[in-house]
């Protein structure tokens, strides 16, 4: 059941350059999209998130990109800080999120300073 | 600022006792989850509670599993007899509920299983 994916394991960026990861879905069933960012030995912590009548969602440094048409999304982080590095997790939920969140696989992501 | 809470940080069983995971989800939401991660996989979805009574549950979660929320705070998870593949790191979360505002899940720290 791969219904969320995320097909890079792992990525490393220069500090102070942007990070793009990438998200790609199936079900169209799915109108909440969320990123979280993950470390070793802790839960999940929400960064940010798109509703699926939005096609981009800005906060700070984040900014997650929504491609209904090609069921796509990117989390674009810019400038890189070498704190942005962990694993990152693409999720998607339906009915306004108060239904369960399919995660992708993750991504690694490396800032190298 | 509010957050999810789990005790134990570290559980070690051995197979085949029941253990029972807690959680304190944010005081206000409504909506309670577990979701576990396997050892180098995805984080997977449980189940789901609101309105004390279970609103959805995965394959997963078979009979030896059971969830209760037995005051106005605590959320528990119990396994009654566990399983060497139980071992994994075990997430509580919670969400706000509002019919079109869009919740986001608040994930806890996690609890590791270990079944020996």
């Known amino acids: 059941d791969q219904q969320v994916k995320q097909n890079s394991p792992s990525l490393s960026v220069q500090e102070g350059r942007i990070s793009i990861l990438n998200c790609d879905y199936t079900n169209s069933m799915f109108d909440y999209f969320l990123w979280y960012k993950k470390y070793p030995a802790e839960g999940p912590t929400f960064l940010i998130s798109i509703s699926s009548i939005k096609d981009k969602n800005e906060d700070g440094r984040f900014t997650v990109f929504l491609n209904k048409s090609a069921k796509h999304l990117s989390l674009h982080i810019v400038p890189s800080q070498p704190g942005d590095s962990a694993v990152y997790f693409c999720?998607?939920?339906?009915?306004?999120?108060?239904?369960?969140?399919?995660f992708g696989t993750g991504t690694r992501l490396t800032i190298i300073p | 600022e509010p957050e999810v809470t789990q005790t134990p940080s570290h559980q070690v069983t051995q197979m085949g006792q029941e253990v029972i995971l807690r959680c304190v989800p944010i005081?206000?939401?409504?909506?309670f989850y577990w979701y576990r991660q396997i050892l180098g996989q995805k984080v997977e979805f449980l189940v789901s509670f609101y309105n004390n009574e279970i609103s959805e549950k995965s394959e997963i979660f078979d009979d030896q599993f059971s969830v209760e929320r037995p005051d106005g705070s605590n959320f528990t998870l119990k396994i009654r007899s566990t399983k060497l593949e139980d071992s994994a790191m075990y997430f509580c979360?919670?969400?706000?509920?509002?019919?079109?505002?869009?919740?986001?899940?608040?994930f806890g720290p996690g609890t590791r299983l270990t079944v020996l």
């Open positions: 005081s206000n939401h409504l909506y």
């Open positions: 999720a998607a939920s339906t009915y306004f999120g108060n239904e369960k969140l399919t």
């Open positions: 979360a919670s969400s706000a509920r509002g019919l079109a505002v869009y919740n986001e899940q608040f």
